[in-house]
């Protein structure tokens, strides 16, 4: 099995910044990407942004390009997000997932979850 932990996430104003960080243990050997979802109150789980493996990928929502930033290194079971410019409709509960096998950046391709930290933006 795999273990993920979350840190980082809170209370910030709009077009403030928060950084987030994700350290996966176990039987890690087998991660080929890292990734960060989040979901809203009433919404869905949606792709925020990932790495594969050397970073042969690198995927990020659109409504999140030029404000986050993800990076880590998935052979060292680490990722980050750094997130400027927040917007009240960041607000959510963020996840820290990892998986073996990926062909695509739906939540549904991961395999292991983190516990999830909330970001919350207020305007």
């Known amino acids: 099995q795999v273990q993920l932990v979350e840190s980082g996430g809170g209370l910030v104003q709009a077009g403030g910044s928060l950084s987030l960080s994700c350290a996966a243990s176990?039987?890690?050997?087998?991660?080929?990407?890292m990734g960060w979802f989040r979901q809203a109150p009433g919404k869905e789980r949606e792709s925020v942004a990932s790495?594969?493996?050397?970073?042969?990928?690198?995927y990020y929502l659109d409504s999140v390009k030029g404000r986050f930033t993800v990076s880590g290194d998935v052979a060292k079971n680490l990722i980050f997000l750094q997130m400027n410019s927040l917007k009240p409709e960041d607000t959510a509960v963020y996840y820290c997932?990892?998986?073996?096998?990926?062909?695509?950046?739906?939540?549904?391709?991961?395999?292991?979850w983190g516990q999830g930290t909330q970001v919350t933006v207020s305007s």
């Open positions: 176990g039987r890690t050997s087998s991660i080929y990407a």
């Open positions: 790495i594969w493996s050397g970073y042969t990928r690198t």
């Open positions: 997932a990892a998986t073996p096998l990926v062909t695509s950046d739906q939540p549904t391709e991961y395999r292991y």
